[in-house]
């Protein structure tokens, strides 16, 4: 939403809208067609799947959240009759029923029957507001989730027992790799196709995947449905990364991960059977891994989409910490949401990103003046996630904002900190496929080129000291490295 222009809401004639309600019933085609027909610019982008459920109740304001602790109360075996009590008549509220025609109804129905709510709960999916200004349907959002947080206060405040955790763990820059290795897709021999990984943490991420119940409420499926499509149903889970042990963590990982993708390919097979196998499936890969002792991984095609998987991962931690604290997380069930993450409504949703030859792939550019900030630009140009090391800390991070990416303050002649620079790359984008060893010093004149020359020594170093780092590096990530490109300071070998 913050980046979204007015180009991004497009604008539709009310009146011809309504008057669908009068059909029985509207394929999810047909809809997005009569949508489009009323839209005032015809080359706007498709109106919301949420669009007749505005447009079927009266008010001139209509807000919509999936608000963290509405979804807490309402994702609970008896959520229905919880949100009425917490409501006490001010809210409708409408059973599960999937977005679209049928929802848009249904909502509308119920909003007749009491006419004088303030808005609708959505079973198992999220809040509607009404008002006849922006800030009475504003604040009446605000008021309503409020009520929810309140009753949430009434929860235990111990909610996760902790497991048992080994005292000495592997760091999460150390396991990035690992756990991006083992998901990425393996296809003859072509490239691999890989993901981004991004970690988050902190107490409440880690008193919830340290939980001894982890294996249980981790696995019950999204907070609301259409998460599905960033974050697929359930996570990944794997074992702690005892320290000293990363061959073990390695070998279980990968076996996490096999399991993962059966199991997904199995829930593909036996939901698209019921359809009449109609569905392409979709990588059977996870978007979000959880770590005992360590935290969480967002993992999207790009940074940004793993980004978006780890926010909506940390969301997802907070609905399901509240849910347990008052009863049981109790989402929708698999069936429910394979219409939705199949649906073709959603998918639009993510055909926007274009995959471009590095998309997935993570660089390093050391050096940060004119020919690595153009380097560093070129990369992320074909799609690829760049990190910049610098001597000078704020140019590197000034020619890492210009690629949305990240800029370290680096003396490549001193291994502690190279060491430690690699290791933030691998905690912000989860490995290091390319590196360009572009940092150096020319000097000029004949004294220069003698090898016996400090000048000449110190050029050499810098290069040097990056190479040993890199092999470590593609060594723990188990991957075929990209050819480094040329650095000016001599040329990068393996
Ligand atoms: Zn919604």
Redesign the pocket.
């Known amino acids: 939403m913050a980046d979204m222009e007015p180009w991004g809401l497009p604008a539709v004639k009310l009146e011809p809208l309504r008057k669908m309600r009068a059909l029985d019933a509207l394929s999810d085609e047909a809809m997005v067609n009569l949508q489009r027909l009323n839209l005032l610019d015809a080359s706007a982008p498709n109106p919301s799947v ?1 669009t007749l459920l505005h447009a079927f109740l009266p008010h001139k304001f209509v807000d ?1 959240t ?1 608000a963290a602790a509405v979804l807490a109360l309402v994702d609970q075996p008896d959520g229905e009759a919880l949100a009425r009590e917490v409501y006490d008549g001010r809210m409708g509220i409408v059973p599960y029923i999937a ?1 679209g025609f049928g929802l848009a109804k249904a909502a509308a129905q119920v909003f007749e029957e009491k006419p004088d709510v303030e808005g609708l709960i ?1 079973h198992k ?2 809040i509607f507001t009404f008002g006849e200004t922006a800030r009475e349907a504003y604040e009446r959002m605000i008021e309503m989730v409020s009520l929810a947080e309140s009753r949430l206060r009434q929860g235990r405040p111990v909610v996760f027992p902790a497991a048992q955790i080994a005292g000495s763990l592997e760091t999460a820059a150390e396991i990035a790799p690992i756990l991006r290795g083992a998901c990425a897709i393996r296809k003859d021999n072509a490239e691999p196709i890989r993901f981004i990984a991004e970690l988050r943490t902190g107490p409440e991420i880690l008193d919830y995947v340290n939980g001894a119940e982890l294996a249980s409420y981790s696995q019950r499926g999204v907070v ?1 449905p ?1 998460h599905i499509i960033r974050t697929k149903n359930r996570p990944l889970v794997v074992p702690v990364p005892e320290a000293g042990a990363l061959d073990d963590f390695g070998a279980a990982v990968q076996a996490a991960v096999e399991q993962f993708a059966a199991a997904y390919d199995t829930y593909f097979a036996r939901e698209n059977e019921a359809v009449g196998n109609t569905k392409t499936k979709l990588d059977p890969m996870p978007r979000v891994i959880l770590v005992p002792g360590v935290g969480l991984f967002g993992l999207g095609r790009t940074a940004k989409d793993a980004a978006i998987a780890g926010d909506l991962a940390e969301n997802t931690i907070r609905v399901v910490t509240d849910a347990e604290a008052i009863g049981r997380y109790d989402p929708l069930p698999e069936a429910d949401l394979f219409a939705l993450e199949y649906w073709s409504l959603e998918q639009a949703k993510l055909k926007g990103a274009v995959m471009k030859p590095l998309t997935g792939q993570i660089a390093v550019v050391t050096g940060a003046g004119a020919i690595g900030a153009a380097t560093a630009k070129a990369l992320a140009g074909d799609g690829a996630a760049v990190a910049l090391f610098d001597i000078d800390g704020e140019a590197a991070k000034k020619a890492a904002a210009e690629v949305k990416g990240l800029g370290l303050a680096c003396d490549v002649t001193k291994p502690e900190q190279v060491k430690e620079a690699f290791a933030a790359v691998c905690e912000r984008f989860g490995g290091v496929d390319i590196l360009v060893s572009n940092a150096g010093a020319a000097w000029q004149g004949v004294s220069a080129m003698s090898p016996t020359r400090p000048c000449a020594r110190a050029s050499n170093s810098i290069s040097s000291r990056i190479r040993p780092s890199r092999a470590r590096l593609c060594a723990s990530c188990k991957s075929k490295t990209r050819a480094a490109y040329s650095c000016s300071t001599s040329p990068s070998r393996r």
Do not use: N, Q
Request: glycine letters at 12%.
């Open positions: 949420e919509h999936h977005p959505l999916h999220g609301t259409d």
